[in-house]
């Protein structure tokens, strides 16, 4: 089973936000440095959980919290335009040299994806944070 990455809104269903994701959660750790160098925030950076989601995914089978010494931190939202600095430097960056990582066709595609999501939700005001699907 693979897991991706995906643009949890603020609203959720006010506009159209999905996304494959599968390619870019592949290609996270190969896109780290090349925000670094565009000297954009990475990609992890706008990362962010609803705790009553996570304090449900860390239960067991019987409803007991595993490992859930830590406090789970509040949602954060961000900020579309911010997000769109680092969406756009990526995707102009793949698309000058997209060998600089495997599967830059599917982490385009991804990225494409995102900056749609993020233009409309900037349009409509809503914040967002990426989130993982598992």
């Known amino acids: 089973?693979?897991?991706?990455?995906?643009?949890?809104?603020?609203?959720?269903?006010?506009?159209?936000?999905?996304?494959d994701g599968k390619a870019l959660?592949?290609?996270?750790?190969?896109?780290?440095?090349?925000?670094s160098e565009l000297g954009v925030k990475r990609l992890w950076e706008f990362y962010s959980e609803n705790p009553e989601e996570m304090a449900e995914f860390?239960?067991?089978?019987?409803?007991?919290?595993?490992?859930?010494?830590?406090?789970l931190e509040p949602e954060q939202w961000f900020s579309p335009a911010e997000g769109l600095l680092t969406v756009r430097?990526?995707?102009?960056?793949?698309g000058e040299n997209g060998a600089e990582i495997e599967r830059s066709d599917?982490?385009?595609?991804?990225?494409?994806?995102?900056?749609?999501?993020?233009v409309d939700a900037e349009r409509s005001g809503i914040g967002w944070h990426l989130a993982v699907d598992f």
């Open 58 to 71: 860390l239960q067991d089978d019987d409803g007991n919290a595993e490992g859930q010494a830590f406090p």
């Open 89 to 94: 430097a990526l995707i102009d960056r793949l």
């Open 1 to 19: 089973m693979s897991t991706a990455l995906y643009v949890a809104l603020e609203k959720r269903d006010a506009i159209d936000s999905e996304m």
């Open 25 to 35: 959660s592949d290609a996270i750790e190969e896109l780290n440095p090349l925000c």
């Open 106 to 118: 599917g982490v385009l595609g991804d990225l494409r994806q995102m900056e749609r999501i993020l």
